[in-house]
């Protein structure tokens, strides 16, 4: 169980498009789900908090208009990257935290964004 | 000073040795622990979460706490190549933290044949 699926898993794009990334819990239902963008041999950085039904919670310095998050079910959350341009690749992962009080969080296989 | 700190390595040892993994963190509001396992280019795996002091133990896989040294660690017994990966602690406050996780850099492990 505890299953995070991520779609699409690559996507290349040409600067100033939108690009839209789509996290799902297969197998449970997720009230909070989180989204970390990840540089090569980094560790993980936290964008934004998304809670079913809620705005996202962005941290500081995160532009939330450009890095646009909706959570419209307890299964599925989105980023959408906004006029990306090339400093906007990198690997972004997902994570959802199950709903029934555990701490746990489990990832998504995580999508890897190109901006020609 | 990182709220947690872990050394990034890289760490290489032989097949079948044991491995150790250590972070340490300095708030005492964390109140759970977490280690995941990242393969390159994939989303992190979950090992092990705790939430006490003292040792949990999976497998070949045991995750150590000591909550009044702020020291965590993970030990890795009879290492394989398949272990090669980055390793990263992750810890978590109590309350109304809403589920923000705090990674360590993550160690680099390679176990060769």
């Known amino acids: 169980g505890a299953v995070v699926s991520q779609h699409p898993s690559r996507v290349i794009c040409k600067s100033g498009t939108s690009v839209k990334i789509e996290c799902r819990s297969l197998?449970?239902?997720?009230?909070?789900m989180f989204w970390y963008r990840q540089f090569p041999k980094k560790s993980l950085m936290l964008m934004a908090t998304?809670?079913?039904?809620?705005?996202?919670?962005?941290e500081q310095g995160v532009e939330k208009d450009k890095f646009l998050i909706n959570h419209a079910s307890l299964t599925l959350s989105t980023l959408t990257v906004t006029s990306a341009h090339p400093e906007d690749s990198s690997f972004y992962i997902c994570?959802?935290?199950?709903?029934?009080?555990?701490?746990?969080?489990?990832f998504g296989p995580g999508t890897r964004l190109t901006v020609l | 000073q990182k709220e947690v700190e872990q050394d990034p390595g890289p760490l290489s040892v032989p097949e079948g040795a044991i491995v150790s993994l250590n972070c340490t963190y300095s708030n005492s509001a964390f109140q759970y622990f977490m280690w995941y396992r990242q393969y390159s280019r994939k989303g992190p795996e979950l090992l092990m979460y705790?939430?006490?002091?003292g040792n949990k133990e999976d497998g070949r896989f045991t995750a150590q706490v000591d909550k009044s040294s702020k020291y965590i660690s993970l030990f890795i017994r009879d290492s394989q190549p398949s272990d090669s990966a980055t390793y990263l602690c992750a810890v978590l406050a109590g309350g109304t933290s809403y589920g923000k996780l705090t990674f360590g850099q993550g160690t680099i492990l390679t176990v060769h044949p």
């Open positions: 705790t939430y006490s002091s």
């Open positions: 197998d449970f239902q997720a009230t909070t």
């Open positions: 994570s959802a935290r199950s709903g029934r009080g555990g701490n746990e969080q489990f």
């Open positions: 998304s809670n079913e039904g809620s705005k996202a919670t962005y």
